[in-house]
């Protein structure tokens, strides 16, 4: 969720607009940490467009920031959202009303306690039909299917894996070509 406010400075007769970016969890409201690092933007990229390249017929890919609002006490923005045709409905023009197909968050330290936890239970609760919480440091994809409204893992798929999907035929994604590709950085 974000929304602007106006930064206590007066900048030439008007107000300069600071945006703010936050999530609400249970009616707890999480502030956005700093800019994610390269590796998990490379990471939301190359999903991203494995995704589009193979499920864009058949569906929406959007990646954050979005805001995603299940009721008024949770709003999330996921790092990459599918939606498929039929579901098409629940997106507006600002945000995203009810529940996406797949949900994938890409783990960066100060997002993994809410990214594994209290946000795998929203969507859980609202009924994400998917939901993958793939680590750039470690290099794998929890792969979490909704059965009988709770999520079952059905796959952790490591960096020499391909990720397929019961539920939906598009997904068919070699691991091995994404995360070869990430930048690595010597620690500083």
């Known amino acids: 969720m974000s929304s602007k406010k106006p930064n206590v400075k007066e900048k030439q007769g008007s107000y300069e ?3 703010e970016r936050f999530e609400l969890i249970e009616g707890v409201r999480y502030d956005m940490q ?3 690092t390269i590796r998990h933007q490379q990471l939301v990229m190359y999903l991203c467009k494995k995704f589009e390249d193979t499920c864009a017929p058949d569906g929406l890919v959007l990646t954050s920031p979005i805001d995603v609002m299940f009721d008024k006490e949770n709003e999330c923005q996921p790092d990459i959202i599918y ?10 023009e600002k945000k995203i009303m009810g529940a996406p197909d797949i949900i994938i968050e890409i783990l960066s330290p100060s997002t993994s ?3 594994k936890i209290r946000k795998k239970a929203v969507y859980e609760r609202f009924g994400v039909k998917e939901y993958w919480i793939a680590d750039p440091t470690h290099l794998y994809v929890d792969q979490f299917v909704l059965t009988d409204n709770k999520y079952l893992l059905a796959h952790t ?3 020499k894996d391909t990720i397929q999907s019961e539920l939906f035929s598009c997904i068919k994604i070699d691991l091995e070509t994404i995360f070869s590709r990430l930048l690595v950085f010597n620690k500083e």
Do not use: R, W
């Open 17 to 19: 607009f600071k945006e």
């Open 83 to 92: 939606i498929t045709n039929e579901n098409l409905h629940i997106v507006t």
């Open 34 to 36: 700093a800019a994610p």
């Open 157 to 159: 798929y490591g960096n």
């Open 113 to 115: 306690n809410n990214d």
